[in-house]
């Protein structure tokens, strides 16, 4: 078997490479995506960026699901796959997306994520309580400007009320990010890093850091960096990224099916929040969250269920 192009590369250097790879890749992806919504949309290049920033206008959130669909591609599926072919010639071995894991593991993390409520109710709560010194108000003024335009594009494109707008959304709030940002952060990012460091629990905090990082949303980071150490691990233990995508897919869609049906006044805003004001309710949640990830752990050591990929992971 021909050895990859990039294979023997030191683990930091292909990480910068992976970085310029998704730079070119989103770059071309965004340029061919503005080159095509002029015959798509019937709009010029120039009037773009007035229309992208009109969250009321529906014509312009057809546009801005169109460029939120383009840099899924763009910037988290096609440059995973793409490093797949250049570090291993196989995008589906080198993402671990040739193993499954055992079925059980799939129901156990059903039970996770519906435990876990409580708790991540909770951190979201705390997190978004949190306040910067007086002398950073200008950091704080800027971090929350950006949390409400932020909800301000979320809510634009929840607003549907009907069932092609809502698989739609599924399609670019659960499926595509679900895929795409495991790709990136635990298929890469916490590979690479895991070969880099030769410790896979600091690559696995690291990747998790990038992957709340990314959002751009500070008022949200704690909750994300434990829901990324949790795909982190998953991935760890049972080798197969179909794992943590399951994960993320249900995380997603739940949460967006409830701002849904909660938009449309048929649950109350308050279940949203449940458990957070609880500390009974958060101790439990956290026990049985625990207790969930351990039976995880030893059904996949039992059954030695361990991919190639998890062994480079430790370098």
């Not at 763009?74 to 080198?94: D, K, N, T, V, W």
Request: hydrophobic share 55%; proline share 5%.
């Amino acid at each position: 078997m021909k050895r990859a192009w990039l294979g023997a590369l030191p683990p930091f250097n292909r990480l910068l490479f992976f970085f310029l790879l998704m730079i070119a890749s989103f770059g071309a992806v965004f340029l061919t995506g503005m080159l095509l919504a002029q015959p798509i949309f019937g709009i010029s290049v120039t009037q773009l960026p007035a229309m992208m920033s009109d969250f009321e206008n529906p014509a312009a959130i057809g546009i801005l699901k169109y460029f939120q669909i383009l840099q899924s591609f763009g910037l988290f599926i096609i440059p995973p796959l793409l490093a797949g072919f250049f570090f291993e010639r196989s995008p589906s071995r080198y993402l671990a997306l040739n193993t499954s894991p055992p079925k059980l593991t799939y129901l156990l993390v059903v039970i996770m994520l519906v435990v876990l409520t409580p708790l991540l109710n909770g951190m979201i709560e705390w997190n978004e309580a949190l306040k910067l010194p007086a002398s950073m108000s200008g950091i704080e003024d800027w971090m929350q400007g950006m949390e409400k335009e932020a909800g301000k594009l979320t809510d634009a494109f929840l607003h549907t009320e009907t069932a092609g707008g809502f698989m739609l959304n599924i399609l670019m709030i659960a499926i595509l990010p679900a895929f795409g940002e495991e790709f990136i952060f635990r298929g890469v990012i916490q590979r690479l890093l895991g070969e880099w460091t030769r410790n896979i629990h600091v690559a696995i905090i690291l990747s998790a850091l990038a992957f709340s990082a990314m959002h751009l949303q500070f008022y949200g980071f704690l909750p994300r960096f434990f829901l990324g150490l949790l795909f982190g691990y998953l991935f760890f233990w049972t080798g197969s990224l179909w794992i943590p995508i399951f994960a993320h897919f249900l995380n997603n869609a739940a949460a967006m099916t409830f701002e849904a049906l909660s938009a449309g006044g048929r649950v109350s805003e308050d279940a949203g929040s449940f458990g957070s004001g609880s500390p009974l309710l958060i101790i439990l949640s956290t026990i049985l969250t625990g207790l969930s990830l351990y039976v995880i752990y030893r059904i996949c050591s039992r059954q030695r269920f361990r991919d190639p990929a998890e062994t480079r992971q430790q370098g």
